[in-house]
């Protein structure tokens, strides 16, 4: 059966995954033949992702009391304590820096692992670096889209669930479906001109790692003028 990429999609889960993924390749990367330096920069990307995302939820903290703040002096309510402004917040001194691509360097990388001779199921299992099978639920996914008119555009609305983005193809009279977009953000506006009275057709399929998954939504159209 195929397996999923063995990343995680968010970057919190990624962060989680690149720690455990640095203590377990550490263990056996010198029986793999990889030198003290591959296991440096391993830990060295680990602490600074790590570092990096804390800093982001440390600053958007800030922002947040910091607008609040600003929010309460600005409308009031009249009477209401305002309290001290709030201090800039403390943060921690950076790790090593490291080269941008943490992920494409470690991809890279798990690829050397898995084709060394030495390389087993189990240490791929130990190290978070194969997949899970895909499940029927993977394959069964289907958009269903909706169309409607907004500002004299056609909108596809859709939800993401469990993908990353929608592919999307249309026929706007042709008789034969052209490449439309891949959206990331629901919902997707359609751009192109109305011209003439017609009916425009679309159908879409969900994407997952950059690769189409599931079945092709079921054809919606539209009267546009």
């Known amino acids: 059966m195929a397996k999923d990429y063995f990343l995680p999609r968010t970057d919190m889960d990624r962060a989680v995954w690149l720690t455990n993924f640095a203590n377990k390749f550490a263990a056996v990367a010198a029986g793999l033949g990889f030198i003290p330096a591959d296991v440096t920069s391993v830990n060295n990307d680990a602490a600074m992702f790590t570092y990096l995302l804390n800093q982001v939820e440390t600053y958007t903290t800030a922002k947040e009391l910091r607008v609040n703040y600003k929010n309460l002096i600005k409308n009031g309510p009249l009477g209401s304590p305002g309290g001290a402004a709030p201090v800039a ?7 090593t820096l490291v080269a941008p691509g943490i992920f494409p360097r470690i991809g890279q990388l798990v690829q050397r692992i898995k084709n060394n001779p030495n390389y087993t199921e189990a240490m791929g299992h130990d190290m978070g ?13 289907k958009p269903v889209l909706k169309l409607v008119m907004k500002g004299g555009q056609v909108e596809v609305q859709w939800t993401k669930g469990d993908a990353d983005a929608l592919m999307i193809e249309t026929d706007k009279g042709s008789g034969s479906w052209q490449f439309l977009a891949i959206d990331t953000v629901p919902h997707y506006p359609d751009t192109t001109t109305i ?14 790692n950059d690769e189409r998954v599931g079945q092709w939504s079921d054809v919606a159209s539209i009267t546009v003028s």
Not at 89 to 95: D, G, L, R, S
Not at 195 to 208: D, I, L, N
């Open 89 to 95: 917040p403390t943060v921690p001194a950076a790790p």
């Open 129 to 141: 670096i194969i997949g899970s099978e895909q499940s029927n639920l993977r394959v069964e996914m």
């Open 195 to 208: 011209t003439t009275p017609s009916v425009w057709k679309y159908r879409a399929m969900y994407m997952v």
